[in-house]
C-alpha cells in the first residue's frame, strides 16, 4: 500500500480494510506532530492491540514512510524501540506569488527545509496568450 491509497482510497473498500487504513493514517499523524513513539505508546493511543499496531509499523517501514530511530532507556528488561517519520518518505511544496516576485519551498516530513528561494523576481503580464 503507498501514501496515495492513505490519501485516497477506493469505496468498494472492506470496513476491516478500512480501520488499518485509518489506522496507518492516525500512526503517522501522531508521528508527524510529537516527533517519536514507542509500539505500546502507539497501542494506548490508538486503542489497537499489540500485533495490530507491530503489522501496521512493519509495513509502514517496508513502505519507506517510518524509521525506526533507537531504543528508550528502561530501569530494566528488554529496551523498546522507537519510531518516527523518514523525513525523506514525502516533501511539500510551498508557492508563494507576489505581484513582483515568488518564494518557494521545500520541506521534508519533518517539516524542515530542503530548499528555499526567495524574491524570485518576474514580470507579470496581461496578455492573451
Given at each position: 500500500m503507498n501514501l496515495s491509497i492513505l490519501l485516497?482510497?477506493?469505496?468498494?473498500?472492506?470496513?476491516?480494510?478500512?480501520?488499518?487504513?485509518?489506522?496507518?493514517?492516525?500512526?503517522?499523524?501522531r508521528l508527524t506532530l510529537t516527533g517519536v513513539a514507542t509500539i505500546a505508546?502507539?497501542?494506548?493511543?490508538?486503542?489497537?492491540?499489540?500485533?495490530?499496531?507491530?503489522k501496521i509499523v512493519s509495513e509502514l517501514?517496508?513502505?519507506g514512510i517510518v524509521s525506526e530511530t533507537g531504543k528508550v532507556d528502561t530501569a530494566g528488561g528488554r529496551r523498546p524501540s522507537q519510531y518516527g517519520i523518514n523525513p525523506n518518505a514525502c516533501y511539500y511544496l510551498g508557492v508563494e506569488v507576489k505581484r513582483n516576485s515568488i518564494n518557494i519551498g521545500i520541506q521534508d516530513f519533518n517539516?524542515?527545509?530542503?530548499?528555499?528561494s526567495e524574491n524570485i523576481s518576474y514580470t507579470l503580464e496581461n496578455t492573451r496568450e
Open positions: 485516497d482510497y477506493p469505496e468498494d473498500i472492506s470496513l476491516s480494510a478500512l480501520k488499518l487504513i485509518k489506522l496507518k493514517k492516525s500512526i503517522i499523524k505508546e502507539l497501542c494506548k493511543e490508538t486503542d489497537f492491540s499489540i500485533p495490530t499496531v507491530t517501514i517496508e513502505e517539516n524542515k527545509f530542503v530548499q528555499l
